[in-house]
């Protein structure tokens, strides 16, 4: 269960309303039920329920379960799409575990606005169903141009681009080429340093921006193979991808 409050040996945590009915009412756990709780910093522990009640009750966190494991340094910015896809592109991309989820609004993004608090709380359902002791931040929606303009010089950019098929699975391309390697030939994998997976919307990115991507050294366009894969398929394969090559 994912808890907002700090976890510690003895510490005591003070459940909210909404807390107690989902562990007495739904859950219908009693006095010295045990219970696992993480809050996305201090790790997984075990807790014992102290007092059970309608409106309230009280845990105490006996041991740690498991330390914090905080993902790699890898951001997913994906052009938001149908909600229900959205949803699945930050449940996957939380379970998969990367540190932040960025909603990018691109030229031809379909959906103008996104529930930041919603896809928040999905992020939390999936690190609590998949066992994770972190929880990525979902980011509000920000234009891509924004974010480009002062992006970081150290963090490099997984630019998926669906103009590069034709190709295997899983190529990489040097910043700049059109046809696209065999990761084998890729550059070693770059300093372990940060890095971003950028997904288009349905309709794909205007040609100014990937002009712009294609003028940054940061990024290193990538075929996710020889078919167009939708964006919530993309977002899968690319983090996939990332970690089976890329990641530290
Ligand atoms: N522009 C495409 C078209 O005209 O059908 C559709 C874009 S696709 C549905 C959404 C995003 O998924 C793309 O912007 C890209 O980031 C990613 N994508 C899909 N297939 C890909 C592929 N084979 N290689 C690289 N990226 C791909």
Redesign the pocket.
Known sequence: LFLEQPLGAGQPVPLTQEQAHYLFGVMRLGKGAGVLVFNGRDGEWRAEVAEAGKRGGLLVCAEQTAPLRVPPDLWLMF?PIKKARTDFIVEKAAEMGVRRILPVQTRFTNSERIRQDRLQAHAVEAAEQCGGTFVPEVCDLVALDRLLADWPAERRIM????N??G?R?GLLAGAGETEPRGFEEAPKSPSPGPWAV????????AEAEQARLRRMEQVVP??????????D???V??LTLWQSVLGD
Do not use: K, N, Q, Y
């Open positions: 052009a630019w998926c681009d669906e590069m098929l190709a699975a950028l997904i288009g919307p349905e309709g794909g990115f990538v075929s996710l193979g020889p078919r167009i894969l939708r964006a398929t993309a977002a394969a690319a």
